[in-house]
């Protein structure tokens, strides 16, 4: 049982998955960090001077004036404001992933486009070919 974990577990599949979830978690704080340091900065600027991790609902009625004094009393609150942060930040991961994909997906030969094998001589030949430039067989209309 041990060999076929290990089998398992050194698979390429399965490394390359470990790697692709470490840098996603490393791409995931690197955006993180962009919406809350740099991008809701100038947001809550434009907005009259909003810091939007401070916006919340008291829902104790104590009038709290800040997020911290609310927090320090032990007062129920909806932090509504990290929420807007955590929303902002998915929609930017979310769209670049989105153009990732699209990348990738330009760059993969789609079906049909690549090489096919001569069912002669087995070599690799051109989708379009009709005569096989190794064996010289007349192919089949694709």
Same mark, same amino acid.
């Given at each position: 049982? =041990?060999?076929? /974990? $290990?089998? /398992?577990?050194?698979?390429?599949?399965? *490394?390359? =998955?470990?790697?692709?979830?470490?840098?996603?978690?490393?791409?995931?704080?690197?955006?993180?960090?962009? #919406?809350?340091?740099? *991008?809701?900065?100038? =947001?809550?600027l434009l907005f009259g001077r909003v810091? /939007? $991790?401070?916006?919340?609902?008291?829902?104790?009625?104590?009038?709290?004036?800040?997020?911290?004094?609310?927090?320090?009393a032990g007062a129920p609150v909806i &932090?509504?404001? =990290?929420?807007?942060?955590?929303?902002?930040?998915?929609?930017?991961?979310?769209?670049? %992933?989105? *153009?990732?994909?699209?990348?990738?997906? $330009?760059? %993969? *030969?789609?079906?049909?486009?690549g090489p096919k094998e001569c069912p002669?001589?087995?070599?690799? %030949?051109? #989708?379009?070919?009709? &005569?096989?430039?190794?064996?010289?067989?007349?192919?089949?209309?694709?």
């Amino acid at each position: 049982m =041990l060999k076929q /974990f $290990r089998e /398992f577990a050194f698979k390429g599949n399965v *490394l390359d =998955l470990a790697v692709a979830v470490i840098l996603g978690a490393a791409f995931g704080k690197v955006v993180s960090s962009f #919406v809350e340091d740099v *991008l809701m900065p100038p =947001l809550g600027l434009l907005f009259g001077r909003v810091d /939007f $991790r401070e916006l919340f609902i008291d829902l104790s009625r104590g009038g709290y004036p800040t997020l911290a004094a609310a927090t320090a009393a032990g007062a129920p609150v909806i &932090r509504y404001g =990290l929420f807007l942060n955590t929303v902002i930040t998915f929609v930017i991961v979310a769209f670049a %992933i989105f *153009l990732l994909v699209q990348q990738v997906n $330009r760059w %993969i *030969l789609k079906p049909g486009a690549g090489p096919k094998e001569c069912p002669f001589c087995a070599s690799m %030949i051109p #989708v379009k070919a009709k &005569r096989c430039p190794q064996c010289t067989s007349q192919l089949a209309a694709a």
